[in-house]
């Protein structure tokens, strides 16, 4: 079975700092990754994923995230926060194969809490 | 176009009670798929619905746990006999299609309270 471990509950960082959040995932098949975004009282948004190809993948608000095969491991990361990144951002993982082809039965990581303080 | 819709956001329940969860899926989107965060853990996946059909069930627990998806109206999540341990945040999910490079949005979630 699959799992997702993010080992950091909670982040606190100052404003224009540069921020690493951290994911580990457990799974002997092939996956599909993905970082989902959860501000105050909304629901979750996809950040970005990866599918397959060039192995980092970015966001169009300025976070990346590599997929490290070896390590197992999908980290997120973004050069200068802004107070606005405030939220719990969730790691996941869709194991593709025993899905039947599908995406929607993703494991979620327990989430990290970023707070980003001026 | 709205969102997910998840109504209603926050429900207290005793418990042996009865509680049904809605979620209304963006305009033309015919998959659905409900999630259920407890305490301390994240989302883990319960069932798969399209109109009028469950695809896929295999997270639901056997019992007290039902889901459907009728051809008119929300998607309906019920739980009956409610116990305090199934107090938890329960998301809904909707994707216009199944595959690979869909996207899945999810509502703001229903926080069930069993007391």
């Known amino acids: 079975a699959q799992s997702v471990t993010q080992l950091d509950s909670q982040v606190p960082v100052f404003e224009e700092a540069p921020v690493e959040l951290r994911c580990n995932y457990s799974?002997?098949?092939?996956?599909?990754l993905f970082w989902y975004v959860q501000y105050p009282n909304q629901g979750l948004q996809l950040l970005l994923k990866?599918?397959?190809?060039?192995?980092l993948v970015e966001s169009i608000n300025g976070f990346e995230a590599e997929f490290n095969k070896s390590q197992t491991s999908f980290h997120l990361r973004k050069p200068s926060v802004h107070i606005s990144d405030t939220a719990e951002y969730f790691c996941?993982?869709?194991?593709?194969?025993?899905?039947?082809?599908?995406?929607?039965?993703?494991?979620f990581g327990k989430g990290t809490l970023l707070t980003v303080n001026p | 176009n709205a969102g997910v819709m998840q109504n209603p956001r926050h429900l207290v329940r005793r418990r042996g009670q009865e509680a049904r969860l809605r979620c209304s899926p963006m305009?033309?989107?015919?998959?659905v798929y409900w999630y259920r965060q407890l305490p301390e853990e994240g989302l883990k996946f319960m069932v798969y619905?399209?109109?009028?059909?469950?695809?896929?069930e295999s997270g639901m627990p056997k019992e007290r746990f039902s889901a459907e998806f009728p051809k008119e109206g929300p998607s309906i999540l019920r739980i009956q006999q409610v116990v305090r341990g199934d107090s938890a945040a329960y998301f809904c999910?909707?994707?216009?299609?199944?595959?690979?490079?869909?996207?899945?949005?999810f509502g703001q979630g229903t926080r069930l309270t069993v007391v």
């Open positions: 999910a909707s994707s216009p299609l199944e595959g690979l490079h869909t996207e899945a949005f």
């Open positions: 799974s002997s098949v092939s996956v599909y």
């Open positions: 990866y599918l397959s190809g060039s192995t």
């Open positions: 996941a993982v869709s194991d593709w194969e025993n899905s039947g082809g599908s995406n929607y039965k993703l494991t």
């Open positions: 305009k033309g989107h015919s998959h």
């Open positions: 619905l399209q109109k009028e059909n469950i695809i896929d």
